[in-house]
């Protein structure tokens, strides 16, 4: 414990829903579509980790975004970059605290709300994002909350999370992502593993894989995310 504590330690908008225009317009956040939201009957929403800004949105979250529609060969179904929150640089005490998460939680429950309601919606948060994402999560009226190469959701359970939505946790086997102390101390670190056999979400484990593959083309752990959004899970 005091390892893990030293660790960290080392390491260490508006308020009104905008529309998706007025998203796309802001030169501070970005959003992206993949597919046409018009007629789709499933949304997957993307949150983005670290070192993710505008400059760098197309060869991230939006690559990671277009790969997810392309795997899925669908006309119904929307994918969405969203990079609604400013993310962590590097690995300092930003990505080890809360404080952009909180602000990343609240745009993200607003912007989700902002999508029209006859469409079933499914948050994918990606390493920090998967924060971002878990404390949204009890104001997120969806069908799936995923969490892919996560540090900690700063939740201790499932249940904890406040969501009636499924709760879902993709874990490579050799995402680094393994070795960061889940401990919490303050709002240094993030808690509990999610995908810990105690923590009570769906975990689908898979061999090989690194922490910035789990949205590659033709990899398991994208067609498993294809599967969520289809409800073939």
């Known amino acids: 414990m005091r390892r893990a504590v030293l660790f960290l330690l080392l390491i260490a908008l508006p308020s009104v829903a905008p529309s998706i225009a007025q998203w796309r317009a ?15 009957r499933d949304v997957v929403v993307v949150v983005p ?4 800004d505008v400059d760098r949105f197309d060869r991230t979250v939006g ?9 899925a060969h669908r006309d119904d179904l929307a994918v969405i970059a969203w990079l609604g929150y400013r993310t962590p640089q590097g690995l300092g005490v930003d990505a080890v605290t809360g404080s952009l998460a909180r602000q990343g939680a609240e745009r993200l429950a607003d912007f989700v709300r902002a999508l029209p309601s006859r469409v079933r919606v499914h948050v994918i948060g990606h390493s920090y994002g998967s924060v971002v994402v878990g404390l949204a999560a009890h104001e997120l009226d969806v069908a799936d909350v995923v969490f892919t190469g996560s540090p900690g959701v700063r939740a201790s359970s499932a249940a ?3 969501t009636r939505a499924r709760v879902w946790v993709l874990r490579s086997s050799g995402d680094w992502m393994r070795f960061v102390p889940n401990v919490r101390l303050f709002d240094l670190g993030h808690g509990t593993d999610p995908a810990s056999d105690g ?4 975990v689908l484990r ?3 894989g690194k922490h910035d593959t789990y949205y590659e083309p033709g990899t398991e752990t994208l067609k498993a995310l294809v ?3 289809g409800n073939q899970l």
């Open 160 to 162: 904890e999370l406040g």
């Open 206 to 208: 898979f061999e090989g």
């Open 26 to 40: 802001d030169v501070a956040r970005r959003v992206a579509i993949v597919g046409d939201l018009a007629t789709a």
């Open 227 to 229: 599967g969520i959004a």
């Open 63 to 71: 690559r990671m975004a277009a790969n997810l529609h392309a795997e």
């Open 49 to 52: 980790g670290s070192d993710v």
């Open 199 to 202: 923590f009570g979400a769906t």
